[in-house]
């Protein structure tokens, strides 16, 4: 059963950073044949987001326009660890954040923050930025 963890998460004032890690458990990215770790966040009564994504075969990044210039997001395989640094938060950064895994996908500049093509998720972990 492939699971992924996320941490990190928590109560940040605007400005200030968070990073979020999201690591898989008892296997590696190679195991289930994982090319693409995503995240996306979603607020209650909303539509999930894509916030960003990496390509772990490509090496190529993608942001949501919301987020770029703020947020980073890098890629451990040897600890098989995507992380999701955030910084200059804002208070619509608030939302619960989801790491996804997709399996033999390589994502495109109009495909990576398609919710449909992860083939896994993590529980969650909340953020909030306080004004």
């Known amino acids: 059963e492939v699971q992924l963890v996320e941490s990190g998460g928590g109560l940040a004032q605007a400005g200030g950073s968070l990073r979020l890690s999201c690591a898989v458990s008892?296997?590696?990215?190679?195991?289930?044949?994982?090319?693409?770790i995503g995240w996306f966040r979603q607020v209650p009564g909303k539509v999930h987001e894509g916030v960003s994504c990496?390509?772990?075969?490509?090496?190529?990044?993608f942001y949501a326009d919301s987020v770029k210039g703020r947020f980073s997001i890098s890629a451990n395989n040897s600890k098989n660890t995507v992380y999701l640094q955030m910084n200059s938060l804002k208070p619509e950064d608030t939302a619960i954040y989801y790491c996804?895994?997709?399996?033999?996908?390589?994502?495109?500049?109009?495909?990576?923050?398609?919710?449909?093509?992860?083939?896994?998720w993590g529980q969650g972990t909340q953020v909030t930025v306080s004004s």
């Open positions: 996804g895994a997709a399996r033999y996908f390589v994502p495109g500049d109009v495909s990576w923050n398609l919710w449909n093509e992860y083939d896994y």
């Open positions: 008892g296997f590696t990215f190679d195991d289930y044949n994982i090319y693409t």
């Open positions: 990496i390509s772990l075969t490509e090496g190529t990044a």
